[in-house]
């Protein structure tokens, strides 16, 4: 059954790809298993990550850039992510409205996920759903964030390349770019460049690039304007972030960016299990709610029951 | 904190599976009006369904492609341009083309009673007509439509 997917996944069964998609966001034991097969078969995409407050224009330029891809005959994959309601736990997933000229292209697959209560700009599976369409062959992937703007550091370490999206006449300028967001992006881009102060928020940006030090050959992020609607800008655009591909795979900076996403990939999936295995562990024996009971009344205190409850030698399943 | 009983050691891991249904709520044909696709995308995610909207002016093909590449449960369809007799069997077709027939197919609009029955035997689950409650079309989705197993 694992095989089958995996091969019909290889040959280019969309449908058997969307399946995978769907089960790894539900979390399936058996998508799971079918990833370990795939696993060996990704790391040949490259990974382009957008994120920016909402309303800057991701889903749009995402499509411009999808047909500046699509015009060099690269394949595409987009993962675009939304936010889930908290309070109902469902969710509107839009940002396909703006790609809809790429619906019929059989060159691009698009997938929208929900956060599903996962902070940081991505969704739990983001990285899973990633990896099935970097083993579908896709060229290129391009994850949109769910523009929260100001903690998806996340993303950073997924993708090879970081457009942070930022619009004129957002208040405050250097407020919408708060640290997090400055230091993620190897490409500012300026979107709806055609508006009032866009030429200032331009500058402001330029300015805080040129106040950090940067290394003999390191990476300087260019400040890039684009008009995502009408394409202006985007062509300049993919072609800086070709320069940014080529500086990214350089034999050193290659093998530190997959070091970075090979530790991110397995925190993650640690932290994920981790916390379902401990915490079903602790329902089965019918212990959590007492437990969390006995912490709110402070009658125990969190620390001391962590530290009891991880009191493990991990290392010991994978020596001898 | 009372004794425990030793509980045995399950093999299996304690992942959590969490189906969620996702339905795609599309506006084939070329009338514009968009306003009541809208309101019941945000019925049915208050209902906590995950919903894909897909925008105005989409062809079936579209429609079955997005539906195929989301993988959803339900396809509900708005439409208002009086082109249901056509629109609404043809994306039913397609999905058995793609063997999607699993993927439950339902409408809304200005649509005639007299129309209904035929759209019911080309595979069409349901047809909501002006009047219809939010509630209903929740509850509808609710019955109707379940994720794959």
């Given amino acids: 059954m694992t095989k089958a997917v995996v091969d019909s996944v290889r040959a280019g069964d969309l449908r058997a790809a969307a399946r995978l998609m769907r089960d790894l966001d539900d979390g399936v034991p058996a998508a799971q298993r079918s990833l370990r097969q795939l696993y060996k078969h990704t790391g040949r995409s490259f990974i382009l990550g957008i994120t920016g407050a909402p309303g800057a224009g991701k889903s749009t330029l995402v499509d411009a850039i999808v047909g500046e ?50 902070l940081g700009g991505l969704s739990r599976s983001t990285i899973d759903v990633v990896n099935v369409m970097d083993a579908m062959g896709k060229d290129v992937v391009i994850i949109e964030t769910v523009g929260v703007g100001q903690d998806e550091v996340e993303i950073v370490k997924v993708a090879h390349t970081n457009l942070v999206v930022v619009v004129p006449g957002l208040g405050d300028d250097i407020q919408a770019i708060k640290a997090g967001i400055l230091e993620i992006a190897d490409i500012f881009v300026v979107n709806k460049a055609d508006r009032e102060g866009a030429d200032r928020t331009r500058r402001d940006l330029e300015t805080m690039v040129s106040l950090n030090d940067y290394e003999e050959g390191e990476w300087v992020p260019p400040v890039m304007p684009t008009e995502a609607v009408s394409g202006k800008g985007v062509g300049e655009l993919v072609e800086m972030i070709d320069s940014h591909r080529e500086h990214v795979f350089i034999d050193d900076n290659l093998e530190l960016f997959r070091r970075e996403k090979a530790t991110v990939e397995l925190f993650e999936m640690l932290k994920t299990r981790l916390l379902e295995e401990a915490v079903g562990d602790l329902e089965r024996h019918g212990l959590l709610d007492g437990l969390i009971s006995d912490i709110a009344a402070r009658r125990k205190d969190p620390y001391s029951i962590v530290e009891k409850l991880v009191n493990h030698s991990f290392a010991a399943n994978l020596i001898g | 904190m009372a004794p425990v009983a030793a509980v045995k050691k399950k093999a299996a891991p304690a992942r959590k599976v969490e189906r969620k249904i996702r339905i795609l709520i599309g506006k084939p044909g070329l009338d514009g009006h968009d306003r009541g696709a809208k309101i019941i995308a945000r019925a049915l995610r208050d209902a906590g369904f995950e919903i894909i909207y897909t925008g105005l002016h989409q062809t079936p093909e579209m429609i079955v492609s997005a539906a195929l590449q989301e993988d959803v449960d339900g396809i509900g369809l708005s439409i208002l341009s009086g082109a249901h007799n056509h629109l609404l069997p043809r994306i039913v077709e397609l999905l058995k083309e793609k063997k999607m027939d699993d993927v439950v ?45």
Avoid: C
């Fill in chain 1, 69 to 118: 891809f699509r015009a060099i005959g690269k394949t595409v994959g987009v993962v675009a992510i939304d936010p889930t309601s908290p309070y109902s736990g469902g969710a509107i997933l839009g940002d396909r409205i703006r790609m809809q000229r790429h619906y019929l292209d059989d060159g691009v697959f698009i997938k929208s996920l929900a956060t599903r209560g996962h």
């Fill in chain 2, 105 to 149: 197919v339902f409408g809304g609009g200005i649509i005639p009673d007299d129309d209904i029955p035929r759209l019911k035997r080309k595979g069409v689950d349901r047809v909501f007509t002006p009047g219809t409650t939010l509630k209903e079309i929740v509850d509808y989705v609710r019955e109707n439509v379940h994720p794959r197993a």
